[in-house]
């Protein structure tokens, strides 16, 4: 039983659901309008990193392809 390697996914999920507990019992403990307003800051800042990152991103050349017929 104690064979399990580190890092399996099990223990991921496991933190997974710890960190939803936490946020649970953060909206138990302050109300569900301030966790509302700051998860929704936090999505605006994720989506202006996301926008960000995208936009600064070099965008690729097409290539232009020579057609050949065959004979």
């Known amino acids: 039983m104690n064979c399990r ?3 399996s996914k099990p223990t991921i999920a496991l933190w997974m659901l710890v960190a939803v507990a936490d946020l649970a019992i953060l909206v138990a403990a302050t109300g ?3 966790v ?5 800051a ?3 800042v994720a989506g202006g ?3 960000v990152r ?3 991103r070099p ?3 097409p290539v232009e392809v020579t057609a050949r017929r065959r004979a």
């Open 36 to 40: 509302f307003l700051t998860l929704a």
């Open 5 to 7: 390697r580190h890092g």
């Open 49 to 51: 990193v996301v926008a």
């Open 54 to 56: 995208s936009l600064r």
């Open 59 to 61: 965008q690729p050349e």
């Open 32 to 34: 569900f309008v301030m």
């Open 42 to 44: 936090l999505a605006v």
